[in-house]
């Protein structure tokens, strides 16, 4: 028979558990409301946030950010700089060119000594040498020294190292080893390459005023110390800091599986941006407002900056192989607007609104072309490559100011919009054509490992 029911003191609560007693068995019954699984905490944060809860991530952001901002300053402050009191754009010209060449070969190496003995005891030397580069160009401008002087001092600062690389092998040696690595690099990229843009959106505003509030020398001095500092204390976030390797068995990255391909993506890539800059120039030129020049090209950083960070939130469908052409097809396909908005209107706010849609699909492209660099490159040489990636992009960016300059000189600024169709469209028919629509076949695939897969350091 049964016994009567017994209840505790907590029984008048309405979600405590009722318990009742009968002769051979004691029931629990819970009365609290049910509702959905509660999901992990760090999965109820955004991308970011998870992102940025990694130990020592934060620290080491903020003084990259400082250092990587004169990235997009020095050239500008050099040429208003130098054609501000010897009066030649020219001179000025050359002057920058050279220091870009000689970036371009200089710069890997910087990278691969980084990676054989550590960012701390390598880039902290190479900042210092390329700050004395700076303060040498200064001197030898004000005090009137021989143009050779000039072309000597700014090829001394290629020693600057990458900082976005540095930045980039951060993250990845942070997330080495997690379950969620793959999505996490995705949102880390996506973040650098927001940072790139942010800095070559602020970096020209930022010198172009101090040397014409101040004085010509002003954007290369700030310029100098921001990175100096910068650096500084970057290197000095030793926790996050990549372990060296010094006996890196693997074969160069440039001679790597897949590589090779990136880079010409990259070349061509970079010529979207060097044309697009000239270009965009010489129309406001040509419209008779050259000073709103720089604010319409801020505009296309925007769009690339906001595009980047929205990328980064997402989780995107299918492999970065499958995604590149993808990318690249949207990037050519908006880069059809600002060449319509020119041709066929010439109007100076509606190419403002088109280059704001076209850089939405650049952001999107480089942070792909990242993640495979990333992939491709041999364990323990990513700073090299990634270094290799931005030579690209430099040497793209140089074909792509002359071939841009060319065409608006011999046909006019509107048809110089398509150099960057026409390099956009490159980059496409590569991917498409070495790649393939769904990734790398043979010879290439067997060596794409991701980040998940390396062992944990």
Known sequence: MPQPTFRGRRAASRDAPLFTVTADTLVAVDFAPRGRPKKPKDRECGPYRRL???PGARAFTVWNLVARLPMG??????VMMIAGTRGSYALAGAVVATGLAATAVIAPWTARLVDRYGQARVALPATVSAVLGSLALLLCVRHGAPDWTLFAAYAATATTPNTGGMSRARWAHLLTGRADAAEGLHTANSFEQAADELCFMLGPVLAAF???ALFPEAGTLVGAVLLLTGVTLFVAQRSTEPPAERRATGRAPF???GMR???VVCLATGAVFGSMEVVTIAFADAQGHRPAAGAVLAL???GSCAAGLAYGAVRPAGSAWSRLPLCLAAMTALMVLPLLAAALTGSLPLLAGALLLAGMATAPTMVTTMTLVQRCTPEGRLNEGMTLAVTGLLGGIACGSAAGGWLVEHASAAA???VPVA??????LTALALFGPLGPRSPFGPSNRSVESRPAH
């Open 423 to 428: 390099a956009a469209g490159t980059a496409l």
């Open 416 to 418: 110089g919009y398509g």
């Open 261 to 263: 391909p990136l880079l």
């Open 300 to 302: 296309q950083a925007a």
């Open 73 to 78: 300053m020095f050239s500008v402050s050099a």
């Open 52 to 54: 940025f809860a990694l």
């Open 255 to 257: 001679r790597a599986p």
């Open 210 to 212: 101090l040397c014409s």
